[in-house]
């Protein structure tokens, strides 16, 4: 009984045993192997097996890329103003083999060297600098990082500035800039819609005056018109009463000739003819002398017909 409680014992340890030396790296990750307390081998993804007892796993190292949030650091700046900023950094191990033997702590060491770096490149700008340039520190530092990371066989890429914090005194000026230049802003766009409001009404105006005076002047280009048509109506109207009271004359002096007038009563008829011409409007008519001696034979005759 003791035989075989030993021998069952055996077994088991060396199930455990066999089991210990069975490795199953998983996707994303790898294992640094030593022999004997030397590297041997960096293990990737799949089914591994080791020898028992000399054998062990060095380090697990995970080959995703990965974040770290560091603190606020305190850097001053050209202008020798302090502030705070707080950085953040993407990384992606490479080399596990150089992760594992590159430094002892590889992320403090990231951290450590991330302040340095920020110090050397913020003590070359002044505060405007330093606010407006977030991309080329992000830059200058992702370069430098990388280049220093290189011998742990770690890539750096990107870091990124996730706070600025500038003293108290200098966001309470910061402050008051901004409200300044937002209401100068402002200033601006108020005189600007003023400006353009003006405008709108002055060219309004002027082209009301010009639809006025246009308005005006076809108006009375039509009075003008109107009048023409009505003085040539006129004029027509008279034309057509000469025509007519010169055609009666024809036709009474035709009348007379038919019936066989001597020239005396001819001569009676031109001084009937004077006369309505001046239509007792006429100051002054000048008549002929052969029609004056008619005209006084005919008064003669006028008063002895007015004895009898």
């Known amino acids: 009984m003791g035989t075989f409680l030993a021998f069952v014992i055996l077994v088991v340890i060396a199930l455990l045993v066999l089991a210990s030396c069975i490795r199953i790296v998983p996707q994303a990750q790898a294992l640094v192997m030593e022999r004997l307390g030397a590297y041997m081998d960096t ?121 600025i914090i500038p003293p108290a005194a200098i966001q309470d000026a910061m402050e008051k800039q901004m409200k300044a230049e937002r209401e100068r802003r402002e200033a601006i766009l108020k005189a600007e819609g003023e400006k353009k409001s003006t405008i709108l009404v002055a060219e309004g105006k002027k082209e009301s005056a010009i639809l006025e005076a246009e308005a005006e002047k076809e108006a009375a280009i039509l009075r003008a018109e109107a009048e023409k048509e009505k003085m040539i109506r006129e004029a027509e109207g008279r034309a057509e009463a000469i025509m007519k009271v010169q055609q009666a004359n024809a036709d009474g002096i035709r009348f007379i000739k038919e019936a066989g007038a001597d020239e005396a009563v001819l001569r009676l008829k031109s001084l009937e003819a004077f006369a309505q011409a001046a239509d007792g409007k006429a100051t002054k008519i000048i008549i002929p002398s052969d029609i004056q001696g008619i005209a006084g034979l005919v008064k003669s005759i006028a008063e002895v017909g007015a004895k009898n």
């Open 43 to 163: 293990w990737s993804v799949g089914v591994h097996f080791k020898a028992p007892f000399i054998d062990r796993v060095a380090k697990r190292v995970v080959l995703k890329e990965q974040v770290v949030d560091f603190a606020p650091q305190p850097v001053i700046t050209k202008d020798n103003v302090t502030m705070k900023i707080d950085t953040v950094v993407f990384f992606q191990i490479t080399d596990p083999k150089l992760f594992a033997y590159g430094v002892e702590n590889p992320i403090m060491a990231i951290e450590n060297l991330t302040a340095t770096t920020l110090r050397n490149i913020i003590g070359d700008l002044e505060l405007d600098q330093t606010l407006t340039s977030r991309e080329t520190i992000n830059t200058k530092m992702r370069s430098a990082l990388d280049v220093a990371t290189d011998p742990w066989g770690i890539k750096v890429n990107r870091v990124e500035l996730k706070n």
